[in-house]
């Protein structure tokens, strides 16, 4: 009988323990899942946004341009030698000064009249009687007559490029002593590729910017006056000299030899093509492939491929099947920007938190207005 009931009160024991843990664990898994609701919740609005400023694909005409660069070079030189041997007594003209044609340049004492000279001085101190020393001095009065040498001009007018020599000096027959450059024969020497060299003809109109000349200085120009016949050592490019046209004073005085520069050609204008500013072009280094992102009223950003031409100022030209005329470009946060990121639109200059609707394709108010030559920013 004891038994019996110990086993019922055991039993009881058990169910009690059972639904004890079963209320436990419904209790706890009710505030579980409510917990868990309430982060996902929050998870879903707080997705990061990547804050960009963009602008519009617009519709505009760019020309098509060669770009090459080169240095300025002189096509006339003049180099100065000795005629003669002997001393050098005088050389006018340091490297930059100017020179005019027929200018006195150097002046030179032949070897001949300088040891006459040292011999007279040498017979003067060693003479003893009075019709040596008159022998002496007639010697010293020869040597004086030829002192003042042999004269040489410039026969150009220019610019001293080098000075090889100084007044004292001995020189041999032939040295050089100067070379002096014509100022309104220096050219523009630029490396044009070989595939581009069908596109070149005598007399092609071409703009020289020379930076170095300062910012004031505008594009000169210049025609294509001569295709050198031989490629460069690589044989990628061919040598093409730019002649100046209609130089004022004040730069045919400031033009110099071997100052770097561009040499712009136009061969055509190209119409209704589609441009973005160049800072919405990604170019991938490996690959070569170029892309620009775009975003719809979603905000969602997307990559699309494209193919670049042309360039004017800050425009480059696209073409693309996936792109149209009006769609939003981004052009400050593009790069590393994955498909679909959720992104918000800043003007420029502002910080994230004066954000305005992505989705608004009014929104980048200066690509509404950009026209083809003008940045977008």
């Keep these: ?81 000795a005629p003669i041997a002997g001393k050098l007594l005088e050389l006018n003209g340091l490297e930059g000064s100017s020179i005019k044609a027929g200018d006195l340049v150097a002046r030179i004492q032949s070897k001949e009249a300088v040891s006459s000279e040292e011999g007279a001085q040498v017979m003067m101190s060693e003479a003893r009687t009075p019709a040596e020393r008159a022998q002496a001095r007639r010697m010293i009065e020869l040597a004086k ?59 092609e109109p071409a703009a020289i910017a020379l930076p170095t000349l300062g910012n004031t200085s505008a594009p000169i120009a210049a025609r294509v006056y001569a295709i050198k016949p031989q490629a460069d050592s690589t044989g990628q490019a061919a040598q093409v000299i730019f002649q100046f046209e209609r130089l004022p004073g004040w730069l045919v005085n400031a ?50 491929e494209v193919s670049t031409g042309p360039e004017m100022d800050s425009l480059v030209s696209v073409n693309s099947d996936s792109l149209k005329p009006g769609m939003n470009v981004i052009t400050v946060g593009n790069y590393a920007l994955a498909d679909s990121t959720h992104i918000t639109l800043v003007r420029p200059g502002s910080e994230a938190s004066g954000t305005v609707p992505a989705g608004n394709s009014d929104t980048p108010s200066s690509a509404s207005s950009t026209k083809p030559g003008t940045s977008s920013k």
């Design 1 to 81: 009988m004891r038994e019996a009931t110990y086993r019922i009160i055991h039993r009881m024991n058990q169910w009690d323990y059972c639904w004890i843990l079963a209320a436990t664990l419904v209790i706890f898994g009710c505030g579980k899942s409510e917990t868990s609701k309430g982060s996902g919740s929050d998870a879903t609005h707080t997705t990061a946004k990547v804050a960009v400023e963009a602008t519009h694909v617009i519709i505009g005409n760019v020309p098509e341009q060669l770009v090459v660069t080169g240095t300025t070079e002189a096509t006339q030189q003049e180099k100065i030698v």
């Design 145 to 203: 007559q030829a002192q003042n040498g042999m004269t040489v001009r410039s026969q150009l007018s220019g610019l001293v490029a080098t000075r090889s020599a100084n007044p004292g000096e001995f020189v041999a027959e032939n040295q050089e002593l100067l070379s002096i450059i014509a100022e309104s024969d220096i050219v523009f020497v630029a490396d044009v590729p070989l595939f581009d060299m069908p596109k070149i003809h005598i007399g």
């Design 255 to 304: 033009l110099r030899t071997g100052i770097a520069g561009t040499a712009t050609i136009t061969f055509d204008m190209m119409h209704n093509v589609m441009l973005v500013p160049k800072s919405a072009v990604i170019r991938n280094d490996e690959t070569n492939v170029r892309t620009v992102v775009t975003f719809g009223p979603d905000s969602l950003a997307h990559s699309i």
